[in-house]
């Protein structure tokens, strides 16, 4: 395996297992949403931190793809 691969499969990983990482906090969330009683705005707040937190990572990626792309990175 080249080096060039390597790192191709070592991103891939990483990123798998963030994406990992976000499901088992969101079922996490959901289950003390559920049990808790928590109103309707809490759960908004709530899932909108989450939605914000996942949406930065990935835009965090496209933005590293794309500056590698250009010879920025």
């Known amino acids: 395996m ?3 691969e390597y790192q191709q499969f070592e991103a891939l990983g990483l990123n798998l297992m ?4 976000f499901f088992l906090i969101g079922m996490a969330i959901h289950d003390v949403l559920k049990s808790g009683d928590v ?9 909108s931190v989450l939605t914000l937190g996942c949406l930065g990572f990935i835009a965090k990626g496209i ?3 794309f500056w590698n792309t250009q010879g920025l990175g």
């Open 63 to 65: 933005i590293q793809a």
């Open 2 to 4: 080249t080096p060039q």
């Open 18 to 21: 963030f994406a990992g990482i």
């Open 39 to 47: 109103p309707f705005a809490g759960k908004i707040v709530v899932w």
